[in-house]
């Protein structure tokens, strides 16, 4: 070896030990600053509270917030270790944390997670997959990263299809948080600081609710539905008096925030007919619904013998990793191909399409949508049960009751009242059934409907019957428990 080459491999090694050196202390910088993460509670509170906005709110935050550091199948588990049985986060679809998702992200994430201008065939699976799930006329997919997204798509895919301009929607909806979407949600829009987002190109119709809705006490169900959607006829003229036409009517498949509301029989039906009357188009929003939750069909309007021209679909689809979907027709895609390109950076990246894609594996090989129906069913026969039997007995000296239990699989809505003949909502009663659920039984459980007295069981679909069981038999002895001291506190401090 001569002296230019030693030396030059003396450089080489002293250059690697300074490249060595140098790295260790750009790591050790980079690493100590970026992964000293606390698992104090308090502390994360405190920085939670100090960096965001009050807007982000924080379940049970006047009671125990909960840290969730750990997901698993149907169970969430805190900074203590302990585990809580999850009835609520339909997110975590086929299980959180299920391995063949967790490492079908993992793999794709190590390989490929670019945009989808360049081709990708997890991506033409993904969608040749999804739409194996949809009627024939339904044939065209566009995969955004969230729900919001996928309504606010699903609006202008519409507004462009149709050249109209309004939309009808459901009172007490939600479809998102985009300017757009918020304008479609009552929900929103109708509370506190959401009057800016109420426009006079959304017409407003209500509810169809069978148990407490404004024509739930007729004794003709069938005319109770058709006087519902006479108001979406009703809608569809006002629009066109004022200049303006219908260019979508947007609904839930089963009213969510609404308090598991599902449609009556053939209300969709009427409603399409109307709508497509007018000239518009109707869109299903299957965001919380779809994905075989309830059961006896993969989409929740299915159950109404109904084709959307637009299906819009989110949080289950991925199992926590974001991804949404908007399907349609042929029809509607052309119309939207006007020259002006849709490019969504993060929409259907080849990472997403691998979760969607373990998701719906997941759904087939276990057979989660057959399952959801047993256990599903399971849940409404005891409940409807203990409704009947109390009916018989009187409600004895508990403050509330049950007043209804309807739903459809795992999308379930249990309404509490203080008595069932007036109906007077247990808005409290909820309140505290669902915190001491929380505290003496590891059980999480969620709070919707227009008086935040209906629990909503939406778990991840591989709650078993054992874990049905559990909810129950926790709910029906704690239910007779609650206090009128708890109840003043309540009204005092809301939980
Ligand atoms: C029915 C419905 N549509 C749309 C959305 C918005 O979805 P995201 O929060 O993913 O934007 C939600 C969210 O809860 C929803 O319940």
């Known amino acids: ?25 750009i790591s050790s910088f980079f690493f100590t600053t970026t992964t000293t993460t606390t698992t104090n509670k308090q502390t994360t509170l405190s920085k939670r509270l100090k960096y965001f906005s009050e ?8 009671t125990e917030p909960l840290m969730a550091l750990q997901t698993s199948m149907q169970y969430v588990i805190d900074s203590t270790g302990t585990s809580f049985l999850d009835s609520r986060n339909n997110v975590g679809h086929v299980g959180w944390c299920h391995p063949h998702v967790v490492q079908a992200i993992q793999e794709q994430v190590a390989l490929c997670p670019a945009n989808s201008r360049y081709l990708h065939p997890k991506r033409a699976l993904l969608a040749e997959r999804l739409l194996a799930h949809f009627p024939k006329e339904l044939c065209v997919v566009f995969l955004v990263n969230s729900g919001s997204e996928a309504n606010d798509l699903a609006l202008r895919l519409a507004r462009t299809h149709t050249q109209h301009h309004d939309a009808i929607v459901v009172d007490h909806a939600y479809h998102g948080h985009t300017n757009a979407t918020l304008s479609l949600s009552p929900y929103k829009y109708n509370h506190k600081g959401g009057e800016r987002y109420k426009q006079e190109w959304v017409h407003k119709v209500s509810c169809p609710d069978m148990y407490r809705g404004k024509h739930a006490n007729m004794a003709n169900k069938q ?66 619904t779809g994905f075989g939750r309830f059961g006896s069909s993969f989409w929740g309007f299915q159950q109404q013998g109904v084709v959307p021209d637009i299906v819009t679909m989110g949080k289950p689809f991925g199992n926590g990793f974001p991804l949404a979907a908007v399907v349609t027709t042929k029809e509607i895609a052309a119309s939207f191909s006007n020259g002006l390109e849709y490019f969504n950076t993060f929409g259907g990246n080849p990472v997403a399409c691998a979760a969607g894609l373990a998701v719906l594996d997941v759904l087939e ?80 459980t969620s709070i919707d409907g227009p008086h935040d007295n209906v629990i909503v069981i939406k778990p991840p679909m591989c709650f078993t019957l054992e874990n049905a069981d559990a909810l129950i038999d926790a709910m029906l002895k704690t239910l007779p428990k609650i206090t009128q001291e708890e109840v003043l506190q309540f009204i005092h401090t809301p939980t």
Request: charged letters at 20%; a neutral charge; hydrophobic letters at 35%.
């Open 1 to 25: 070896m001569d002296t230019t080459s030693t030396l030059s491999i003396g450089a080489a090694l002293l250059t690697g030990v300074a490249i060595g050196v140098h790295w260790k202390r």
């Open 55 to 62: 807007a982000q709110s924080i379940s049970y935050k006047n």
């Open 223 to 288: 005319q109770a539905t058709m006087e519902y959607s006479n108001e979406v006829q009703q809608a569809c003229q006002q629009s066109t008096t004022h200049g303006k036409k219908v260019a979508a009517f947007f609904i839930e498949s089963g009213m969510s925030v609404g308090g598991v509301i599902l449609p009556p029989e053939g209300y969709l039906e009427q409603c399409y007919t109307h709508v497509r009357n007018s000239g518009g188009v109707c869109i299903a929003d299957e965001v919380q």
């Open 365 to 444: 090989s276990e057979q989660l949508q057959q399952h959801a129906l047993n256990v599903g069913n399971h849940i409404m026969q005891r409940l409807r049960r203990f409704v009947a039997q109390e009916a018989q007995e009187a409600q004895g000296s508990s403050l509330a009751t049950i007043g209804d239990v309807r739903g459809c699989g795992l999308f379930i809505g249990i309404e509490l009242v203080r008595d069932t003949t007036t109906k007077e909502p247990a808005t409290a009663e909820t309140s505290i059934l669902c915190s001491r659920l929380k505290k003496e039984n590891r059980i999480l």
